[in-house]
């Protein structure tokens, strides 16, 4: 929501939610009206800065980042290979 490096400090989150906030707030949009669209991204900003502005928020997100890329790096593929003739 907000597209910053996972190695963003606070100043270059905040720097990146205000810009988005600027982008989808209502009165932002063409005639001063919300679409569905600018409202979940401007919610979606708004829950990614409550998240990451906060020291302990922050380790949590990351720690559970980090769980998410260890399962699926033990995700086993099981590859077989089928031949049409062997089959009559």
């Known amino acids: 929501a907000l597209d910053v490096d996972p190695t963003a400090d606070r100043a270059a989150i905040k720097k990146a939610f205000v810009a ?14 919300a679409t569905q669209e600018s409202t979940a991204r401007l919610q979606a900003a708004q829950a990614a800065w ?14 559970s980042l ?6 699926a790096s033990r995700a086993v593929v099981v590859s077989v290979e089928i031949d049409i003739d062997d089959m009559a």
Request: glycine content about 6%; cysteine-free.
């Open 50 to 63: 409550q998240v990451l502005q906060d020291v302990e928020s922050r380790r949590e997100y990351d720690r």
């Open 20 to 33: 988005r906030a600027l982008e989808y707030h209502p009165d932002k949009q063409p005639g001063g009206i």
């Open 66 to 71: 980090a769980q998410e890329a260890q399962a």
